[in-house]
Structures are given as structure tokens and as C-alpha cells.
């Protein structure tokens, strides 16, 4: 699905405590070499990765460097078939962000499938 919506699927993940994350944080990155110290010390590893994966993949195409789809992703769990089928996008809800409750958030939006499962019950 990935190349028909022409989009590299990478997550560089910097949050909730992986190692992007614990770089950047002063509280827990005590480094006193080139990763360490000032905000500009602590963004280096951050940097270098994005670098590295963009080289890899080859992102950097000219019109884009990056886009960042994270809270898309979370309310639209078919957020690639949407793209392709130029279809409406759900809105999220923030406060069902990473909660522990297993049934509400990511789990309870509705994929296109289930929306079209809907409306041709709601036909019938």
C-alpha cells in the first residue's frame, strides 16, 4: 500500500523512554561527550539517526524532508487506504491517547471497512 500512496512507511520512534528520548532528556542522559551536556549536544543522536534512515531510504526527494502522520495514524488505522482512496479522515481525540483501557482509542475508530460494513447494513 505504501507505494501507491507514495510514501516511505519509517517511524523513527522518540518518545516514552527509547533511546531517542532518553538522549534528549537532561534529567537522564548524564553524557559529558559530544551526546551530552547542551540541547544542541542532546539533539546530535536524534539528528544523526533521521540523517542516516532519510539517507537510507532516500526521503529526501525535494518535496518533502519529513511528515509526521502520528496523531492521523492513531484515529485512522487505515490511514495508507484512506490516502490512496482519497478518502475522509477521522478526527482524533486526544484524550484517548495511550490510555491503558483496551477498548477505547486506537482499537475503536472505525476503518473504512467497518464503515462501509455499516452503511450497506443500513441499506439493506
Known sequence: MPEK???????????????????LKDGVSDRSDKYGGSVENRCRFALEVTDVVTKEIGLWSGRADAVVYGRLFLANRDLLKRFALH??????????????????GYTDYPSLDDANAAADVKAT
Not at 507514495?6 to 532518553?22: K, N, P, T
Not at 475522509?88 to 490510555?99: M, T, V
Open 87 to 104: 478518502a475522509p479522515l477521522k478526527k482524533y481525540k486526544r484524550e484517548s491517547f495511550y490510555i491503558q483501557d483496551p477498548v477505547i
Open 5 to 23: 500512496c507514495r510514501i516511505d512507511g519509517v517511524d523513527i520512534h522518540g518518545a516514552h523512554g527509547y533511546s531517542i528520548d532518553q538522549f
